[in-house]
């Protein structure tokens, strides 16, 4: 079965500074997906990025980016120009690609923004 | 488009008593997901239904029972419930049952039981 670990609880970062939330996961598989998901106060869960275990390039989304080590087994997401909105619970998760196993959690990561 | 709906937002159990959570998409989408979250982890995956007329067990399927009611609706049953099950609910659906289709979460269902 394969395990996904975010060993920060919990990080704080200063409004418009950059921080990075770190992510490692553990399988057997080759072909697999990493997403980072993002939880608000509000309890919605949505979707801030995802990888292609196939793809060298890291993925990207506006301030959001990875780094998508696949040897290590570490995808960790880094957040640019914090925002206050930024604030909220942060999962780690992991798909298999070829399977049918809907998502695999981490236990998420705290991020607080100070202004 | 309402997107992934579930109902009820909140609920109070009895030990023993029995609910159905229901959940709703209306993207056409053919795999739906149950999960629950408990304080300070992730979400764990309970049930899936890869497609009408298909389920499968997740990683914590004990004590649920699921039915893929048609392409739209997916419901959670808790035929006795424990406190064990006090939790928070969720509901997805995907395009695709693997590979990197998006899971589109509904608001949750905070369930507590006494």
């Known amino acids: 079965a394969q395990t996904v670990t975010q060993s920060q609880p919990e990080m704080s970062v200063q409004e418009a500074e950059t921080v990075t939330l770190s992510c490692t996961y553990d399988?057997?598989?080759?072909?697999?997906?990493l997403f980072w998901y993002k939880q608000p106060p509000s309890r919605q869960m949505i979707l801030v990025i995802r990888q292609e275990a196939y793809k060298q390039q890291n993925a990207t989304e506006n301030r959001f980016s990875v780094n998508f080590q696949k040897a290590a087994k570490s995808f960790s997401l880094k957040i640019s120009d914090s925002q206050l909105g930024d604030a909220a619970m942060y999962f780690c998760a992991y798909q298999s690609g070829g399977g049918a196993d809907g998502l695999t959690f981490g236990k998420g990561t705290h991020l607080i923004i100070q202004p | 488009n309402a997107g992934v709906t579930q109902t009820p937002k909140f609920q109070v159990l009895k030990t023993g008593q029995s609910m159905t959570l229901q959940c709703a998409q209306d993207m056409n989408h053919n795999s739906m997901y149950w999960y629950r979250q408990d304080p300070g982890m992730g979400l764990r995956l309970i049930y899936y239904?890869?497609?009408?007329?298909?389920?499968d067990k997740g990683e914590v399927p004990n004590g649920y029972n699921v039915s893929r009611l048609n392409k739209r609706e997916f419901s959670l049953r808790l035929e006795s419930a424990a406190p064990s099950q006090t939790s928070v609910y969720f509901c997805a659906s995907s395009e695709r049952l693997a590979g990197a289709g998006e899971q589109y979460f509904g608001p949750g269902t905070r369930l507590t039981v006494t």
């Open positions: 399988t057997s598989e080759s072909d697999y997906y």
């Open positions: 239904s890869a497609s009408e007329g298909t389920t």
